[in-house]
Each structure stands twice: as structure tokens, then as C-alpha cells.
């Protein structure tokens, strides 16, 4: 058991580290060649104020249970415990839009920082977080400022011609592919929502006369594909087996679908909310009638979207 702990761990970390270079990597390109929207003090306020709360919840933590902190130890530990809020900062900057303001930005950064430590279900004799913190920030952010929307769909390409408007998406598809099946194992999840989405339009097309170009056509852009390869599988917040993955990624298509049936927009990040609030529901319920002994001899649902490691 250690050892397999040990191997997920490295794994994870390694997952994160080639993540935090790749997002980092696609945020100087967009902002210097591909055409990002936002202006460059963004990044770096979603970054700062990730890094802030992260470092300050941890400080806290800490103190509260009379240990050192886990980023103590050298500039290595440091470096790595701060690379899901590096990946989080990045994350929320680059796909939220608020014109020049900065205030959204540092809000949903927080608010993804800060889910972590809040929101948080026991899993055998350890608590872990439901909701993916990037996306959360970045729904919690598009309800409460109405006027803050999401970065326009071209700035991905918006400079790019040619060969390059093809070269772009592939070159994302083969890392988050490479990530997904060699750090985080999150292929059966992938196939599982585009399945699913592919699935969802020809119903909305076949029951509700949904034209089924228009209802397709999100899966052509680039952020439908950093969608699916970067914010869909966080590792934190999505079941483990296979099984579970499929209908994890499922779940978030049909859920999709409903969103587009009642003209509900902003789908991806609202749809990927619901899901994950719905499963730390599941997880916590499941947990407790574990706990009181009502499940001794009960097998688990097929169904449920719950790992149990």
C-alpha cells in the first residue's frame, strides 16, 4: 500500500508539474502571439492572489493542527505545493473575461483556492475536495458579475492562418492526451464526455429539431479541447475508475444538454459544477451510511459516480 501511495503520488505531482508548464507555456504564446483578449497584469493577479491564498489556508492549517507546513523543507517543496494554484491562477485568467477589470480575476482565483479547504467530504480516514477549483472560481465569478463573461472562443486562433489554425488543436490534443493517459488516467473520463456530448446533440436534434451542425460545432474550437484534455479530468476532483470515469464525463454531457435546452449559458463550466456538487453529495451520503453501518453487507451502486480510493 505504501508503495502504491508513493507511485500515485509522484505521478500526480509529475501530472502537475508538466500541467503547470504547459498552461504557463499557452498563456505567453496567447498573450504575445495567438491574440488573448485580456490584458498581462490579469495573469499575474489571478497567479499572486492563488499563490496568497494557498500559502495563507496552508499557514493556518498548520497552526490549527500543530504541524509544518507542507510547503517547508526548500524552494523544490515550495515550488511544487503552489503548482495547482499556479495552474488555477492561469486557468481562471485565461478563460474568464472582465474587459480591463482585475477584481473578477483576483475574486475567482480565491474563491477556486479557497473551495479546496471549504468544501470537502471524508473519504475513508482522510477528507478530500469535490469541486475542481478552477471551475468552480470561474462559475461562482460568471453569477455573481453578470457583466463578467467568458473569454471569447477565437482569441485561441485569432492571430493564426493556415496550417497553424490545425497545428495549434493538435498539438494540444497529443499532450493532454499523453497527460491523461500517462500521469492521470483519465482517458475512459474523455471518451466518456465526448461520447456523451456527441450523444446529447443527436438527441437534442432528433427530439427537439436542435439543428445538429450548431449543436456539433463546439467540439471544433480550441477551448472545447482544453475543455476536455485540461479542466474536465483534474485528477482531485473525478472518480478513479473507469467505470466511474465514463459516467463522471457522461454526466457532465448530459447535464450539458439540459443546460442548452433552457438557453442556459456558459454550459461547460455550469454543466462540470453540478456534477461534482452532485457526487460530494453521493460521496458524503455514502460515507456516512458506511460509517453508521447501514452499508455492512449492502454492495455499492452500480451507478455511483463514487470512488472509494
Not at 508503495?3 to 505531482?13: C, G, P, T, V, Y
Not at 479557497?114 to 462559475?139: C, D, E, M, W, Y
Not at 450539458?256 to 453529495?281: D, E, P, Q, S
Request: hydrophobic share 50%; net charge positive; proline share 6%.
Amino acid at each position: 500500500m505504501i508503495a502504491d501511495n508513493s507511485w500515485d503520488k509522484s505521478h500526480r505531482l509529475a501530472g502537475l508539474r508538466r500541467f503547470a508548464i504547459a498552461i504557463t507555456i499557452l498563456n505567453l504564446l496567447g498573450h504575445t502571439i495567438l491574440g488573448f483578449e485580456q490584458s498581462w497584469i490579469q495573469p499575474f493577479v489571478g497567479i499572486f492572489t492563488a499563490y496568497s491564498v494557498e500559502l495563507l489556508l496552508e499557514i493556518i492549517d498548520s497552526k490549527i493542527n500543530q504541524r509544518s507546513p507542507h510547503f517547508s523543507g526548500g524552494w523544490k517543496n515550495l515550488v511544487d505545493f503552489l503548482l495547482s494554484a499556479h495552474i488555477s491562477g492561469l486557468a481562471v485568467s485565461m478563460l474568464l473575461y472582465a474587459n480591463e477589470r482585475l477584481l473578477p480575476i483576483a475574486f475567482a482565483s480565491a474563491v477556486a483556492i479557497t473551495s479546496k479547504a471549504v468544501f470537502r467530504v471524508p473519504v475513508g480516514q482522510q477528507t478530500r475536495h469535490f469541486l475542481n477549483p478552477s471551475n468552480f472560481g470561474i462559475s461562482v465569478t460568471l453569477v455573481l458579475f453578470p457583466w463578467v463573461g467568458i473569454a471569447p472562443p477565437y482569441q485561441f486562433t485569432e492571430n493564426l492562418s493556415g496550417a497553424a489554425d490545425w497545428i495549434l488543436p493538435a498539438i494540444i490534443v497529443c499532450s493532454g492526451t499523453f497527460l491523461n493517459s500517462r500521469f492521470t488516467g483519465k482517458i475512459p473520463l474523455i471518451a466518456g464526455w465526448v461520447g456523451g456530448f456527441i450523444i446529447q446533440a443527436f438527441l437534442r436534434s432528433w427530439i427537439f429539431s436542435t439543428p445538429i451542425i450548431p449543436a456539433l460545432i463546439p467540439m471544433t474550437g480550441v477551448a472545447f479541447v482544453l475543455f476536455t484534455f485540461y479542466m474536465v479530468t483534474d485528477p482531485g476532483t473525478v472518480p478513479s475508475k473507469p467505470l466511474h470515469q465514463i459516467i463522471f464525463g457522461a454526466s457532465v454531457a448530459a447535464i450539458y444538454g439540459l443546460l442548452m435546452l433552457n438557453h442556459i449559458v456558459f454550459g461547460f463550466f455550469f454543466a462540470l459544477t453540478t456534477v461534482c456538487i452532485f457526487r460530494g453529495i453521493n460521496l458524503y451520503i455514502t460515507n456516512y451510511l458506511e460509517s453508521t453501518r447501514f452499508f455492512t453487507n449492502t454492495p455499492k451502486s452500480p451507478i455511483s459516480l463514487i470512488p472509494t480510493k
